[in-house]
């Protein structure tokens, strides 16, 4: 009888046994499942985001080229308007002149995946410089100062250049895009956008 009872002792002490071992196995494989699932995810997330930062470099690079542009073209009108003022100045039609604002076109969805600060700057920046020119408009109907008038809205166009070229330099510095290439002539119309920022800024400062 006690070898019987042994010999049951011992299937069972088997059996148990190979249920420790199953139950470990099994919980070797859930863990591994799930230590797994956190990996992929992990992996998914970081090849989300390499791909949400590779498009907004993208929108970046398209954006500052159109930036730079702006501030090319802002320049350039300016002294295209002195120029002509120069020119026409106590001529019968001299007021007539202005200088010209050249358009920021962007589509909005250029906008979406860059920096919100930075496209908020950019989506505001023609509605601010047309305050301006509504205020200088303003001005000139109240006082009738052509002269200033215009003077103050070529300064304006110039101050629209140097918003511009310091998002698009903003633009440069949050997404390292660095360019190597030979800037031709833009030192010297970054200084005359700075000018122009400047007259703007404290024409605003005394006539408000």
């Known amino acids: 009888m006690s070898k019987i009872n042994r010999s049951l002792?011992?299937?069972w002490m088997e059996q148990l046994a190979l249920m420790d071992v199953l139950k470990i196995a099994a919980g070797s494989g859930v863990v591994?499942?799930?230590?797994?699932s956190i990996i992929t995810w992990i992996k998914e997330g970081r090849q989300r985001s390499a791909q949400r930062r590779l498009e907004a470099e993208i929108d970046a690079i398209h954006l500052i080229t159109r930036l730079d542009?702006?501030?090319?073209?802002?320049?350039n009108n300016y002294w295209e308007f002195h120029d002509r003022?120069?020119?026409l100045r106590g001529a019968e039609h001299a007021h007539d002149i202005g200088c010209a604002k050249p358009e920021l076109q962007i589509e909005p969805e250029k906008l979406?995946?860059?920096d919100r600060v930075l496209?908020?700057?950019i989506a505001w920046?023609?509605?601010d410089v047309s305050l301006g020119a509504d205020g200088i408009r303003a001005r000139w109907e109240a006082y009738l100062d052509t002269d200033e008038a215009l003077d103050a809205d070529a300064d304006l166009v110039g101050h629209f250049g140097y918003e511009a070229l310091l998002i698009s330099r903003s633009l440069r510095d949050k997404y390292k895009l660095k360019f190597q290439g030979m800037q031709w002539g833009m030192p010297t119309i970054e200084k005359q956008l700075t000018e122009c920022s400047e007259r703007s800024?404290?024409?605003?400062?005394?006539?408000g």
């Not at 800024?201 to 006539?207: G, L, T, V």
């Open 9 to 11: 002792e011992a299937v």
């Open 32 to 36: 591994a499942a799930l230590v797994s």
């Open 69 to 75: 542009a702006l501030a090319v073209a802002c320049a």
């Open 85 to 87: 003022w120069s020119q």
């Open 112 to 114: 979406a995946k860059i």
């Open 119 to 121: 496209a908020c700057r």
């Open 125 to 127: 920046l023609e509605n």
């Open 201 to 207: 800024k404290e024409f605003f400062k005394e006539k």
